[in-house]
């Protein structure tokens, strides 16, 4: 049997070699950056405080924006709006006292009668004097007949000007101008005043101000609970973002408003979002993220929103980031 030459069987040896080494070798992958799901947390606190009288909501529950979360004993805050309002209503009446005439309108009534008598009066006595002083110019009246008649029409005149003058002084308002701003004044403050009330009264039974699901509850009813302490803590679902970590030598392609694509476990295929924010501070690589594939380098953190969803991805999931 004839031997193989060495040199082709060198090159059929090189040629296997090559073959294992390119079915072996590691396929090219796309370059991915490491990063988990973050969320912001809304605290939702009252701010006086009470014992807790319910909670609506228990941790895990979903809710939409307008879900009433819980209330405080409304005892002592209905009262004080009873308070507030019933000083509106006293401001209202002393502003309303003092801007009503002096006198009443019986009172207005008896002088507007003396004055129409006292009109009368003057008519005849203008008649007698204008009578008297044609018979005077005649010679058919003494001197002294004329003087008392122009004295009577003149006297006549006199007391209908007088209860004219009565009557516009009891139409004049009860108090003085300062007086009356004053009153307003007051009402404008009770007014605010039972706003504020208002306001707190509400505060003490706040709704969720966005859709998404409670994270942790803090006090049982029954509990006392401090002003401004947290009692619900809602993760609303359009407050949740990527946050991967881009190397230094990558960061300056990316800027708010670049797109890029992530995966995760059970996400399905890769889906696309865009960067709100990068740091503007390198660090190192964090240990959440440190691996074999990103080793101990200088990275900058970079963020993206994640669109409201039905299914919103719970915080802390890995992922897997792609420039697009």
Same mark, same amino acid.
């Given at each position: 049997m004839n031997a193989i030459p060495k040199p082709v069987a060198g090159l059929a040896v090189l040629g296997l070699i090559g073959l294992g080494l390119w079915y072996f070798w590691p396929a090219g992958q796309t370059e991915q950056w490491l990063g988990y799901?973050?969320?912001?947390?809304?605290?939702?606190?009252?701010?006086?405080?009470?014992?807790?009288?319910?909670?609506? $909501?228990?941790?895990?529950s979903p809710v939409s924006a307008g879900t009433p979360?819980?209330?405080?004993?409304?005892?002592?805050?209905?009262?004080?709006?009873?308070? /507030?309002?019933?000083?509106?209503?006293?401001?209202?009446?002393?502003?309303?006292? /003092?801007?009503?005439?002096?006198?009443?309108?019986?009172?207005?009534?008896?002088?507007?009668a003396a004055a129409a008598q006292a009109q009368a009066l003057l008519t005849k006595a203008a008649q007698d004097f204008a009578r008297i002083d044609a018979l005077a110019r005649k010679?058919?009246?003494?001197?002294?007949? /004329?003087?008392?008649?122009?004295?009577?029409?003149?006297?006549?005149?006199?007391?209908?000007?007088?209860?004219?003058a009565q009557i516009a002084s009891g139409e004049l308002t009860a108090g003085r101008a300062a007086q009356i701003g004053a009153a307003d004044a007051q009402i404008a403050s009770a007014a605010a005043a039972l706003r504020g009330q208002r306001q707190r009264q509400r505060e003490i039974a706040p709704l969720a101000p966005a859709a998404g699901v409670v994270e942790q509850t803090f006090y049982?009813?029954?509990?006392?609970?401090?002003?401004?302490?947290?009692? $619900?803590? $809602?993760?609303?679902?359009?407050?949740?973002?990527?946050?991967?970590?881009?190397?230094?030598?990558?960061?300056?392609?990316?800027?708010?408003?670049?797109? $890029?694509?992530?995966?995760?476990?059970?996400?399905?295929?890769?889906?696309?979002v865009k960067v709100t924010w990068i740091s503007p501070r390198s660090e190192f690589t964090p240990p959440v993220i440190y691996s074999e594939h990103a080793r101990a380098k200088l990275v900058f953190m970079v963020?993206?929103?994640l669109p409201a969803d039905a299914k919103p991805l719970p915080p802390g999931l890995p992922v897997q980031v792609m420039p697009e």
């Open positions: 799901v973050e969320a912001e947390t809304m605290y939702i606190a009252a701010p006086v405080s009470g014992r807790l009288a319910q909670r609506n $909501v228990d941790r895990g979360l819980f209330s405080l004993d409304p005892e002592s805050t209905d009262a004080d709006t009873a308070r /507030l309002e019933a000083q509106v209503t006293a401001a209202q009446a002393q502003a309303a006292d /003092l801007a009503q005439a002096r006198q009443r309108a019986p009172e207005l009534a008896v002088s507007q010679g058919f009246a003494s001197r002294a007949q /004329l003087d008392a008649a122009r004295a009577a029409r003149d006297a006549a005149a006199a007391a209908l000007a007088q209860t004219r049982n009813p029954g509990e006392w609970v401090p002003a401004n302490a947290p009692v $619900v803590a $809602v993760l609303p679902d359009a407050k949740r973002k990527l946050r991967f970590f881009v190397p230094q030598d990558r960061i300056a392609a990316l800027h708010p408003g670049s797109a $890029v694509r992530f995966t995760c476990d059970g996400c399905g295929a890769a889906r696309s963020e993206a929103l």
